[in-house]
C-alpha cells in the first residue's frame, strides 16, 4: 500500500506560477514511476508529467518548456513546477504512483488548482 498526499494548489492569475507536491508513505521501495494526472470539469482525467525511478520524465505536448517535474527520493516527494500558467490549466491534479510488478495505480485526493484569465 502507498498513501499520496498532495499539496500547492490554489487560485493563480495566468502567466503566473505554483509548485504542487506529493508525499508518498507506506511501501514506497516498490514504487517504479510517479506522475501528475489532472482532471478538469466535463473532461476525462490527463497525463500532465511523469517521472521514473530513474528519473526519465514525460510530459503532455501541452505543458512542455512550462510544466517540470522532480523527484525527491530521500524525502519521497515528487514536485510539479508550474509557469507561466493558462486558464486551460485549470483543473484538480492528482499525484499517481505506479507500485510493484503489478504496476498497481496509486492515487491521491487531488489539489484544485485555478488560473483567472
Known amino acids: 500500500q502507498v498513501q499520496l498526499v498532495e499539496s500547492g494548489g490554489g487560485l493563480v492569475q495566468a502567466g503566473g506560477s505554483l509548485r504542487l507536491s506529493c508525499a508518498a508513505s507506506?511501501?514506497?521501495?516498490?514504487?517504479?514511476?510517479m506522475g501528475w494526472y489532472r482532471q478538469a470539469p466535463g473532461k476525462q482525467r490527463e497525463m500532465v508529467a511523469t517521472?521514473?525511478?530513474?528519473?526519465?520524465?514525460n510530459y503532455a505536448d501541452s505543458v512542455k518548456g512550462r510544466f517540470t517535474i522532480s523527484r525527491d527520493n530521500a524525502k519521497n516527494t515528487v514536485h510539479l513546477q508550474m509557469n507561466s500558467l493558462k486558464a486551460e490549466d485549470t483543473a484538480v491534479y492528482y499525484c499517481?504512483?505506479?507500485?510493484?510488478?503489478?504496476?498497481?495505480?496509486?492515487w491521491g485526493q487531488g489539489t484544485q488548482v485555478t488560473v483567472s484569465s
Open positions: 499517481n504512483a505506479v507500485v510493484g510488478f503489478r504496476r498497481i495505480n496509486y
Open positions: 507506506g511501501s514506497i521501495f516498490s514504487i517504479n514511476a
Open positions: 517521472i521514473t525511478s530513474g528519473g526519465s520524465t
